[in-house]
């Protein structure tokens, strides 16, 4: 038999919150399903029908069949089934997609932007994307801005969003040992995620929440100025190289990642969080992980010349 709230003992229903919080569940569903369809169609005829209009002042105060009152509670008998309760309606912002003008803000701030301390202090005075609203923490960045490869992921996770850096939780351990097997470090490279605050849930970000944090990811890799951009998973390979390609198409294959005038080589690979959930591809990520060590150290060489200074690779 199912136990509800009332049968829990306040520490059970805290460990069990605490549970629901942990695996990323934001928001808590009903007993019943409810019909959407049915519920934005009423909604839709109640504006339709215009606010009802009250009583004329002269009206009676008492007596007769049509004066209005209130409903008595209604009594739940044992073994009823309890109609779904109405859901309150989310506010307009959270239900419409941004304006023109949430758009040319972003531009407009991030073209701003001549530092990439400047571009930070831009997205934290940035209100038009609605998921800094139910995110805690902006996640900007981490490792060295000077390094010649940058890294750019999908959007924070729960770990992330908590402490305020990219990268931080599984995914972001296994891509720390990932660029270990290269000879790179957080010293050595440069992370960051083409959106700033943690989707909730962490559903896959909305193609106008990409759209609006598109100017700052590109301001970003324009101030870095990285000799290498490596793209890490669906969202950053498909947003910023201009395809519908999926990442197992696109993964492995040097390609050019134009901002402005500049074209930079962009390599497309494997999110760490999608090697967690099917460990057989790491396999692949290894193959584009030499790749990108061939590339670097042929950076370093120069032209004509060979490298001696990065460490040779190590897979595990």
């Known amino acids: 038999m199912a136990l509800s709230a009332t049968d829990m003992s306040p520490q059970a229903l805290a460990a069990l919150l605490s549970f629901y919080a942990d695996s990323g569940v934001e928001e808590l569903c009903e007993e019943q399903a409810i019909d959407r369809f049915v519920q934005s169609a009423e909604i839709a005829r109640a504006r339709a029908r215009g606010p009802r209009q009250a009583p004329p002042a002269s009206a009676p105060a008492t007596g007769g069949a049509e004066m209005q009152r209130p409903a008595p509670p209604r009594v739940e008998r044992p073994g009823q089934a309890s109609a779904a309760p109405a859901t309150p309606i989310p506010q307009a912002s959270q239900l419409t997609i941004p304006g023109e003008a949430a758009f040319e803000d972003s531009r407009v701030r991030a073209a701003g932007a001549a530092t990439i301390a400047d571009l930070r202090a831009a997205l934290d005075g940035f ?13 900007f960045a981490d490792g060295n801005p000077e390094a010649e490869v940058m890294f750019i992921g999908e959007a924070p996770g ?13 995914a972001g351990q296994l891509l720390d040992r990932m660029l270990a097997a290269i000879g790179l470090d957080r010293d050595s490279a440069y992370i960051t995620n083409m959106i700033p ?14 759209e609006l944090c598109r100017p700052f990811i590109e301001r970003h890799v324009t101030l870095a100025a990285p000799k290498i951009v490596v793209m890490l998973g669906n969202v950053a390979s498909k947003s910023l190289l201009g395809t519908e390609k999926g990442i197992l198409s696109l993964r492995g294959t040097w390609m050019e990642y134009k901002v402005g005038e500049t074209a930079i080589p962009a390599l497309p690979t494997l999110h760490p969080a999608y090697l967690l959930r099917n ?7 290894w193959a584009d ?13 120069g032209p004509g010349g060979t490298s001696t200074d990065a460490p040779a690779p190590s897979g595990d």
């Open 158 to 170: 729960r770990e992330e969003d908590i402490q305020g850096a990219p990268f931080v939780g599984r």
């Open 197 to 210: 605050w943690r989707p909730p849930g962490n559903r896959t970000p909305a193609p106008h929440e990409i």
């Open 279 to 285: 460990p057989a591809q790491k396999r692949l990520a």
């Open 127 to 139: 209100t038009g994307c609605n998921l800094r609203h139910s995110a805690k923490t902006l996640v």
């Open 289 to 301: 992980l030499l790749s990108l060590r061939e590339r670097l150290d042929a950076l370093s060489a």
